[in-house]
Protein backbone atom coordinates (compact mmCIF):
# COMPACT_ATOMS: atom_id res chain seq x y z
CA UNK A 1 0.00 0.00 0.00
CA UNK A 2 1.09 3.49 -0.55
CA UNK A 3 1.04 7.03 1.16
CA UNK A 4 -0.77 9.95 -1.19
CA UNK A 5 0.59 13.55 -0.31
CA UNK A 6 -2.39 16.01 -1.27
CA UNK A 7 -0.61 19.26 -1.94
CA UNK A 8 -1.48 22.88 -2.40
CA UNK A 9 -0.06 26.31 -2.44
CA UNK A 10 -0.95 29.74 -0.06
CA UNK A 11 0.50 33.00 -0.74
CA UNK A 12 2.07 32.35 -4.14
CA UNK A 13 0.07 35.51 -5.69
CA UNK A 14 2.04 37.72 -3.32
CA UNK A 15 -0.56 39.82 -2.65
CA UNK A 16 -1.75 39.39 1.39
CA UNK A 17 -0.38 36.37 2.78
CA UNK A 18 2.76 36.53 4.94
CA UNK A 19 4.85 33.70 3.03
CA UNK A 20 4.76 31.62 0.26
CA UNK A 21 3.93 28.77 1.31
CA UNK A 22 3.85 25.10 -0.81
CA UNK A 23 3.13 21.67 0.78
CA UNK A 24 0.01 19.11 2.35
CA UNK A 25 -1.18 16.09 4.34
CA UNK A 26 -0.37 12.91 3.19
CA UNK A 27 -2.70 10.04 4.09
CA UNK A 28 -2.45 6.01 3.77
CA UNK A 29 -4.19 4.46 0.93
CA UNK A 30 -6.56 2.86 3.62
CA UNK A 31 -7.57 6.45 4.98
CA UNK A 32 -8.08 8.19 2.34
CA UNK A 33 -12.16 7.19 1.99
CA UNK A 34 -12.86 7.11 5.59
CA UNK A 35 -11.49 10.29 5.78
CA UNK A 36 -13.54 11.61 2.75
CA UNK A 37 -16.60 10.41 4.08
CA UNK A 38 -16.27 11.67 7.49
CA UNK A 39 -15.56 15.09 6.11
CA UNK A 40 -18.52 15.03 3.75
CA UNK A 41 -20.51 13.82 7.22
CA UNK A 42 -18.94 17.11 8.92
CA UNK A 43 -20.16 19.48 6.05
CA UNK A 44 -23.76 18.00 6.73
CA UNK A 45 -23.42 18.29 10.46
CA UNK A 46 -21.77 21.94 10.55
CA UNK A 47 -23.69 23.64 7.33
CA UNK A 48 -26.89 21.55 7.12
CA UNK A 49 -25.98 20.65 3.78
CA UNK A 50 -22.93 19.83 1.29
CA UNK A 51 -21.46 23.13 0.39
CA UNK A 52 -20.58 21.26 -3.06
CA UNK A 53 -24.60 21.73 -3.68
CA UNK A 54 -24.12 26.33 -3.38
CA UNK A 55 -20.68 25.74 -5.53
CA UNK A 56 -18.26 26.13 -2.30
CA UNK A 57 -14.94 24.30 -0.72
CA UNK A 58 -14.00 24.54 2.50
CA UNK A 59 -10.96 26.46 1.46
CA UNK A 60 -8.97 28.15 4.49
CA UNK A 61 -9.97 31.81 2.73
CA UNK A 62 -13.38 30.55 2.87
CA UNK A 63 -13.71 29.15 6.34
CA UNK A 64 -11.21 31.61 8.28
CA UNK A 65 -11.24 34.73 6.62
CA UNK A 66 -11.30 37.64 8.85
CA UNK A 67 -15.07 38.47 8.10
CA UNK A 68 -16.32 34.81 8.53
CA UNK A 69 -14.14 34.90 12.17
CA UNK A 70 -15.90 38.38 13.04
CA UNK A 71 -19.33 36.82 12.25
CA UNK A 72 -18.51 33.87 14.26
CA UNK A 73 -18.07 36.02 17.60
CA UNK A 74 -21.01 38.41 17.11
CA UNK A 75 -23.29 36.72 18.90
CA UNK A 76 -23.12 33.63 21.21
CA UNK A 77 -23.11 29.91 20.05
CA UNK A 78 -25.87 28.59 18.37
CA UNK A 79 -27.48 25.31 18.98
CA UNK A 80 -26.98 22.77 16.48
CA UNK A 81 -29.86 22.88 14.82
CA UNK A 82 -30.32 26.59 15.18
CA UNK A 83 -26.47 26.79 13.55
CA UNK A 84 -27.73 24.55 10.64
CA UNK A 85 -30.68 25.92 9.97
CA UNK A 86 -29.25 29.58 9.49
CA UNK A 87 -26.09 28.51 7.59
CA UNK A 88 -28.35 26.57 5.25
CA UNK A 89 -30.47 29.41 4.50
CA UNK A 90 -27.09 31.91 4.82
CA UNK A 91 -25.88 29.74 1.58
CA UNK A 92 -29.43 29.75 -0.27
CA UNK A 93 -29.70 33.42 0.18
CA UNK A 94 -26.01 33.76 -1.08
CA UNK A 95 -27.14 32.17 -4.57
CA UNK A 96 -30.26 34.43 -4.54
CA UNK A 97 -28.44 37.15 -3.97
CA UNK A 98 -30.46 38.37 -1.18
CA UNK A 99 -29.33 39.60 1.93
CA UNK A 100 -28.64 37.54 5.21
CA UNK A 101 -29.98 38.47 8.26
CA UNK A 102 -27.67 38.75 11.49
CA UNK A 103 -28.61 35.45 13.03
CA UNK A 104 -27.26 33.68 9.22
CA UNK A 105 -24.43 35.43 9.46
CA UNK A 106 -23.41 34.27 13.24
CA UNK A 107 -24.66 30.69 12.47
CA UNK A 108 -22.28 30.74 8.87
CA UNK A 109 -19.15 32.25 10.61
CA UNK A 110 -19.87 29.94 13.32
CA UNK A 111 -20.59 26.82 11.26
CA UNK A 112 -16.95 27.85 9.41
CA UNK A 113 -14.93 27.80 12.05
CA UNK A 114 -16.58 24.33 13.76
CA UNK A 115 -15.77 23.07 10.14
CA UNK A 116 -12.15 24.12 10.50
CA UNK A 117 -11.81 23.01 13.62
CA UNK A 118 -13.05 19.18 13.04
CA UNK A 119 -11.24 18.95 9.73
CA UNK A 120 -8.02 19.35 11.90
CA UNK A 121 -9.61 16.54 14.30
CA UNK A 122 -10.07 14.31 10.98
CA UNK A 123 -7.19 14.53 9.93
CA UNK A 124 -5.50 13.53 13.25
CA UNK A 125 -8.20 10.71 13.94
CA UNK A 126 -6.50 9.14 10.31
CA UNK A 127 -3.17 9.44 11.04
CA UNK A 128 -2.48 12.43 8.73
CA UNK A 129 1.22 13.93 8.37
CA UNK A 130 2.13 17.45 7.54
CA UNK A 131 4.54 18.25 5.15
CA UNK A 132 5.34 22.03 3.97
CA UNK A 133 7.91 24.17 2.59
CA UNK A 134 7.62 28.01 2.96
CA UNK A 135 9.40 31.06 1.31
CA UNK A 136 9.35 35.02 2.36
CA UNK A 137 6.67 36.46 0.43
CA UNK A 138 7.67 38.21 -2.85
CA UNK A 139 11.29 36.76 -2.85
CA UNK A 140 13.06 36.86 -6.54
CA UNK A 141 15.36 35.43 -8.42
CA UNK A 142 18.53 37.77 -9.31
CA UNK A 143 18.57 38.71 -12.90
CA UNK A 144 21.73 36.42 -13.18
CA UNK A 145 19.74 32.65 -11.87
CA UNK A 146 20.00 30.36 -14.09
CA UNK A 147 18.33 27.52 -12.73
CA UNK A 148 14.93 28.55 -14.04
CA UNK A 149 14.32 25.20 -15.58
CA UNK A 150 15.06 23.29 -12.42
CA UNK A 151 13.20 22.40 -9.45
CA UNK A 152 13.31 25.35 -6.40
CA UNK A 153 14.97 24.29 -3.48
CA UNK A 154 12.40 24.89 -1.04
CA UNK A 155 10.50 22.01 -2.89
CA UNK A 156 13.38 19.90 -2.73
CA UNK A 157 13.55 20.76 0.78
CA UNK A 158 9.83 19.19 0.94
CA UNK A 159 10.83 16.02 -1.19
CA UNK A 160 13.62 15.36 1.08
CA UNK A 161 11.26 15.20 4.50
CA UNK A 162 8.15 13.00 2.80
CA UNK A 163 11.12 10.80 1.35
CA UNK A 164 12.37 10.15 5.11
CA UNK A 165 8.99 9.71 6.13
CA UNK A 166 8.35 6.92 3.25
CA UNK A 167 11.81 5.02 3.88
CA UNK A 168 11.13 5.08 7.43
CA UNK A 169 7.72 3.83 6.82
CA UNK A 170 8.93 1.40 3.87
CA UNK A 171 6.15 2.49 1.93
CA UNK A 172 5.77 4.39 -1.74
CA UNK A 173 3.85 7.67 -1.99
CA UNK A 174 2.14 9.59 -4.35
CA UNK A 175 2.05 13.56 -5.05
CA UNK A 176 -1.85 14.73 -5.64
CA UNK A 177 -1.61 18.16 -6.50
CA UNK A 178 -4.36 20.61 -7.36
CA UNK A 179 -4.52 21.61 -11.09
CA UNK A 180 -4.11 25.34 -12.04
CA UNK A 181 -2.97 26.03 -15.95
CA UNK A 182 -1.91 23.49 -17.96
CA UNK A 183 1.13 25.11 -18.83
CA UNK A 184 2.37 25.80 -15.11
CA UNK A 185 1.50 22.05 -14.49
CA UNK A 186 3.52 21.16 -17.39
CA UNK A 187 6.44 23.20 -16.55
CA UNK A 188 6.64 21.70 -13.11
CA UNK A 189 6.31 18.46 -14.46
CA UNK A 190 9.45 18.89 -16.39
CA UNK A 191 11.42 20.32 -13.21
CA UNK A 192 10.32 17.64 -11.03
CA UNK A 193 11.54 14.93 -13.71
CA UNK A 194 14.64 16.58 -14.20
CA UNK A 195 15.49 16.56 -10.75
CA UNK A 196 14.33 12.89 -10.15
CA UNK A 197 16.42 11.77 -13.18
CA UNK A 198 19.41 13.86 -13.62
CA UNK A 199 20.39 14.27 -9.44
CA UNK A 200 21.94 11.79 -7.56
CA UNK A 201 19.75 13.10 -4.52
CA UNK A 202 16.89 13.00 -6.86
CA UNK A 203 17.61 9.26 -8.36
CA UNK A 204 17.52 7.75 -4.92
CA UNK A 205 14.03 9.65 -3.84
CA UNK A 206 12.68 7.93 -6.57
CA UNK A 207 13.13 4.80 -5.14
CA UNK A 208 10.27 5.67 -2.55
CA UNK A 209 8.10 8.23 -4.07
CA UNK A 210 6.71 8.20 -7.38
CA UNK A 211 8.71 10.76 -9.75
CA UNK A 212 4.93 11.26 -11.91
CA UNK A 213 2.55 13.57 -10.08
CA UNK A 214 -1.19 13.36 -10.36
CA UNK A 215 -3.41 16.63 -10.83
CA UNK A 216 -7.19 16.93 -9.70
CA UNK A 217 -9.47 19.64 -9.30
CA UNK A 218 -9.54 21.48 -5.60
CA UNK A 219 -13.01 21.32 -5.84
CA UNK A 220 -13.70 17.55 -6.41
CA UNK A 221 -10.79 16.77 -3.98
CA UNK A 222 -11.75 16.81 -0.28
CA UNK A 223 -8.10 16.12 0.93
CA UNK A 224 -6.63 18.06 -1.30
CA UNK A 225 -9.07 21.17 0.14
CA UNK A 226 -8.27 20.17 3.46
CA UNK A 227 -4.28 20.83 2.36
CA UNK A 228 -5.53 24.08 1.14
CA UNK A 229 -6.92 24.60 4.85
CA UNK A 230 -3.85 23.46 6.38
CA UNK A 231 -1.19 26.02 4.45
CA UNK A 232 -3.75 28.82 5.45
CA UNK A 233 -3.36 28.15 8.99
CA UNK A 234 0.64 27.56 8.66
CA UNK A 235 0.87 31.19 6.79
CA UNK A 236 -1.09 32.86 9.26
CA UNK A 237 -0.71 31.24 12.68
CA UNK A 238 2.66 29.24 12.53
CA UNK A 239 6.01 31.00 12.86
CA UNK A 240 9.31 29.85 14.20
CA UNK A 241 11.30 33.23 14.99
CA UNK A 242 14.46 31.28 15.50
CA UNK A 243 14.69 30.37 11.40
CA UNK A 244 13.78 33.93 10.61
CA UNK A 245 10.23 33.15 10.11
CA UNK A 246 9.12 35.87 11.97
CA UNK A 247 6.18 37.73 9.81
CA UNK A 248 3.41 39.11 11.70
CA UNK A 249 0.86 36.19 12.42
CA UNK A 250 -3.41 36.28 13.02
CA UNK A 251 -3.45 35.81 16.79
CA UNK A 252 -6.73 34.00 16.35
CA UNK A 253 -5.43 31.49 14.25
CA UNK A 254 -2.46 31.29 15.73
CA UNK A 255 -3.74 30.40 19.01
CA UNK A 256 -6.63 27.98 17.86
CA UNK A 257 -4.74 26.67 14.66
CA UNK A 258 -1.25 26.85 15.33
CA UNK A 259 -1.00 24.03 17.83
CA UNK A 260 -2.67 21.81 15.09
CA UNK A 261 -0.24 22.92 12.43
CA UNK A 262 2.92 20.81 15.11
CA UNK A 263 0.73 18.02 16.18
CA UNK A 264 0.48 16.96 12.29
CA UNK A 265 3.35 17.50 10.92
CA UNK A 266 6.24 15.26 9.94
CA UNK A 267 9.18 14.77 13.01
CA UNK A 268 12.19 12.24 13.00
CA UNK A 269 15.42 12.21 14.51
CA UNK A 270 17.97 10.66 11.70
CA UNK A 271 21.45 9.11 12.40
CA UNK A 272 24.32 9.15 10.18
CA UNK A 273 27.03 7.30 11.97
CA UNK A 274 27.68 9.15 15.41
CA UNK A 275 25.76 12.28 14.72
CA UNK A 276 21.89 12.59 14.59
CA UNK A 277 19.93 15.44 14.04
CA UNK A 278 16.21 16.36 14.34
CA UNK A 279 14.46 16.88 11.06
CA UNK A 280 10.61 18.34 10.67
CA UNK A 281 7.76 18.81 7.75
CA UNK A 282 8.01 22.23 7.81
CA UNK A 283 11.24 23.59 6.54
CA UNK A 284 11.68 27.83 5.96
CA UNK A 285 13.57 28.75 3.57
CA UNK A 286 14.88 32.55 3.45
CA UNK A 287 16.30 32.30 -0.04
CA UNK A 288 15.49 29.90 -2.41
CA UNK A 289 17.56 30.55 -4.88
CA UNK A 290 21.16 30.57 -3.34
CA UNK A 291 23.25 27.70 -2.44
CA UNK A 292 23.41 28.81 1.11
Not at 73 to 84: F, T
Not at 166 to 188: C, I, P, W, Y
Request: proline fraction near 5%; glycine fraction near 6%.
Amino acid sequence: MSWLLFMDESGHDHKQMPYEVRGGVALHARQIWPFVRAVQALEVDMFGTPLAEYKKEFKGSNLLDKQRVTWAQQDGPMADAERRSNARAFLTKGLQKVQPNRREFTAYGQACNGMALGVFRLLREHRAVLFASAIPRGVMPSDDYKAQNFLRKDFVFLLERYFYFLRGNQETGLLVLDRVEDANDKSFVRRLEKYFTKTSKGVERSDWIVPSPMFVSSFLSVPVQAADLCMYCLNWGYRRPRWGMDAPARAEIAKTFGRWIKTLQYSAELRSGATKRKLFGIVYVPDPYTSR
